[in-house]
Every structure is written in structure tokens, then in C-alpha cells.
């Protein structure tokens, strides 16, 4: 049975109890669709092996290479992870276009008996969908950004607004970074998977809500924000938080405070902004890494290097509310995410008819 995705939020209708990615491994990790688990029917050595003998020598012996590599890949499979699916089990394979990888894996779970559909055109049909969505499409609900300096506990007060029940997207967590030299996570999704992520929040949205999103540049780390978000943040009205730089240094002493574990590596961070700082500056605050003197560095940093640049890339930019908090405690936070949630309400007045 050919399964057609016509649109992202199908996928989830449709309640198959498995989806099955029986691309190789390099191709799942790049993206994959959500909830997908990888059952490659040929690794990404073999893959390579085959698409050999195809060019090189005939497609005859390629195929029947190819047959003998999925027919055991698959009999590892339902010795290993499949074991365990009952007689009713409905799953959805894909493979890149739809073709012979998913065509072979789905022909051999028919002959058990279980109701198995493929993807009609595979992989590259879903990630039509997001490109449409994300890139093609206006962006579907109004945005309201969240703005303020480094350390100014933007990520934590939408989190809070989330928890209120504001309909909030937290760019920097589906990319794995948190915006600056200081902010990686981890190794950071490839782009695509990023989109994904980003696609399935974006499904989940009430258009007729504003959203709340954490104003970034059009890269966060090493990944780029899809044009149609983009277009639609440009647009968006703004909200600033303000708060004194000795609250903001402190909090994003704890924020980063794994940097403090491994003086070497927040040395080498320092490193990478010598082409943006006097050479004198540089060797100071690595005199305060190898002191210790983490408070003073965390509050040069903010002062000299992260206020400044943020000046420059918000400036021209108009600032519909500035929230000013005295410090960054729970209650202060609290308090910031209750006058967005406030906003927000007013924000949904004023898209209602009448």
C-alpha cells in the first residue's frame, strides 16, 4: 500500500505504530522524519559498494549484490528489533525516493502477514512539504520577539511564559546552541534536521495566537533560520528586557558555569574573539581565566564585548516595550513573564473580528 503525504501534520493523523527509515545511517542522521527509526536495509559502506559495481562494472551484478545485502540486513532486523511486533503491527517505510530500498524491506514484512505501507515518493516528499512550509509559505502566526543583552534570561522567561500557557518557540534548543562562542550545546543538527524540528513546532501553532520567539540573527550557531521565519521575525514587534549588568553576569556565570570546570577551553573561546578585541584586553581576561577570576571576566565580557556588538546589530531597530528588571531572580523573571503573557492577550484582542 502506497502511503501520499500531502501535507506534515498528515503524518500525524495517519497513527502508524512505527515509521521505518531504511535509508543508511549518514542519510537518517541529516534528517529523517520525526519519529522515525533507522532499519537500514543497506549500511552506508555497502550503499557505496553497490553504487560501485553499478557504474563500474554492471547493473546485473549490482542488484543482485544488493538483493543478497537487504535480504540479510532485514533478517537481522526482524531478529533483532522487530522481534518483538505483534501480528496487527501497521508500520510506514521510506527510503530516499520511495523506491527499491523500501519497495525490498516492505515486500518481505507483507510476506509475514503485516499491513506495511511505503511512502509514496520516499524522503524527498516530506522534505518538499517542509520546504513549502518553511521557505515558501508565510510564516502562519503573528511573532512577538524577545529581546535583550547577553545574559539577560531570555531562554528561562520563555520558558516561563510556555509554562503560563503562551504559545512560545525556543529557537536555541532546536539548534542545539545558544547563540554566541559561549553557547554551544553539543554537536548542532544538520541543517535540515533543524527544519524539521522547527516544521513539527510550527505545525503545532494556533494561528490566530501570537507567538513568542527569542530575537536571534539569521544564524544560530552554524545553522541558518528558514526565509519565511525570517521574513516574519523582521516584521515582528519587540519586547526588551533590561537588567543591570552585574545581574546579567551573574546569571550567566550559572548558565555557563561548565566553562569554569575546564579553564582551557573558556581560554580557548577567548582566543576566538581576538579579531574583534585589542590584544591588551585578550591577554587580561586570560589572566582572570588563569586567576579564576570568573565574576570579573563574565562581566568584562559583557561590558566590552557582547553590549557593544549588540548595540550595533539592534541598532535602527524599534522597541515596542522595554521590561526592566531590578535583577534576574525567579520573582523577577515571574514577573517579566507575566506582562508578556499580559501582552500576549492583548496581542490576541486584537486579531479577533469585531
Known amino acids: 500500500m502506497a502511503f501520499a503525504l500531502t501535507t506534515?501534520?498528515?503524518?500525524?493523523?495517519?497513527?502508524?505504530?512505527?515509521?521505518?527509515?531504511a535509508r543508511a545511517p549518514s542519510e537518517y542522521a541529516q534528517d529523517h522524519l520525526p519519529g522515525a527509526i533507522n532499519l537500514p536495509v543497506l549500511s552506508d559502506a555497502e550503499r557505496a559498494e553497490v553504487g560501485t559495481i553499478y557504474k563500474q562494472q554492471s547493473p546485473f551484478d549490482a542488484r543482485k549484490l544488493g538483493a543478497a545485502l537487504v535480504a540479510r540486513n532485514v533478517a537481522q532486523h526482524l531478529m533483532g528489533p522487530l522481534a518483538d511486533r505483534p501480528g496487527g503491527w501497521q508500520p510506514l517505510i521510506y527510503c530516499w525516493r520511495g523506491g527499491q530500498r523500501s519497495g525490498a524491506f516492505a515486500t518481505i514484512l507483507r510476506q509475514i502477514g503485516w499491513r506495511v505501507a511505503v511512502l509514496d515518493g520516499g524522503y524527498k516528499s516530506y522534505r518538499r512539504l517542509v520546504r513549502e512550509m518553511l521557505y515558501d509559505a508565510?510564516?502562519?502566526?503573528?511573532?512577538?520577539l524577545l529581546d535583550g543583552g547577553t545574559g539577560a534570561a531570555k531562554t528561562e522567561i520563555l520558558a516561563r511564559v510556555a509554562a503560563r500557557g503562551g504559545q512560545v518557540i525556543d529557537l536555541e534548543a532546536l539548534a542545539g546552541h545558544r547563540g554566541s562562542l559561549f553557547?554551544?550545546?553539543?554537536?548542532?543538527?544538520?541543517q535540515k534536521l533543524f527544519e524539521t524540528r522547527l516544521a513539527q513546532v510550527v505545525c503545532t501553532l494556533d494561528?490566530?495566537?501570537?507567538?513568542?520567539?527569542?530575537?536571534?540573527?539569521?544564524?544560530?550557531?552554524?545553522?541558518?533560520?528558514?526565509?519565511?521565519?525570517?521574513?516574519?521575525?523582521?516584521?515582528?514587534?519587540?519586547?526588551?528586557?533590561?537588567?543591570p549588568v552585574s545581574a546579567r553576569a551573574a546569571y550567566s556565570l550559572r548558565t555557563y558555569s561548565g566553562f569554569m570546570d575546564t579553564p582551557e577551553r573558556l581560554a580557548g573561546v577567548i582566543e576566538r574573539l581576538r579579531p574583534y578585541q585589542p590584544a591588551e584586553r585578550i591577554a587580561a581576561w586570560q589572566a582572570m581565566v588563569s586567576a579564576g577570576d570568573?565574576?570579573?571576566?563574565?562581566?568584562?565580557l559583557i561590558t566590552h564585548h557582547y553590549d557593544p556588538r549588540y548595540q550595533r546589530m539592534r541598532r535602527g531597530h524599534v522597541t515596542d516595550e522595554v521590561i526592566a528588571l531590578p535583577d534576574l531572580s525567579e520573582k523577577s523573571q515571574e514577573m517579566a513573564a507575566e506582562r508578556l503573557i499580559e501582552r500576549i492577550e492583548?496581542?490576541?484582542?486584537?486579531?479577533?473580528?469585531?
Open 183 to 190: 553557547g554551544a550545546m553539543a554537536a548542532q543538527p544538520a
Open 8 to 21: 506534515l501534520q498528515g503524518l500525524q493523523d495517519a497513527r502508524f505504530d512505527d515509521v521505518i527509515d
Open 207 to 243: 494561528p490566530a495566537r501570537p507567538v513568542l520567539i527569542e530575537a536571534e540573527s539569521n544564524r544560530i550557531g552554524a545553522l541558518r533560520l528558514p526565509p519565511s521565519l525570517w521574513a516574519a521575525m523582521q516584521r515582528a514587534e519587540k519586547v526588551r528586557i533590561e537588567a
Open 346 to 354: 492583548i496581542g490576541n484582542l486584537q486579531v479577533l473580528p469585531g
Open 138 to 144: 508565510p510564516f502562519p502566526a503573528r511573532i512577538m
Open 294 to 300: 570568573f565574576a570579573t571576566l563574565a562581566r568584562d
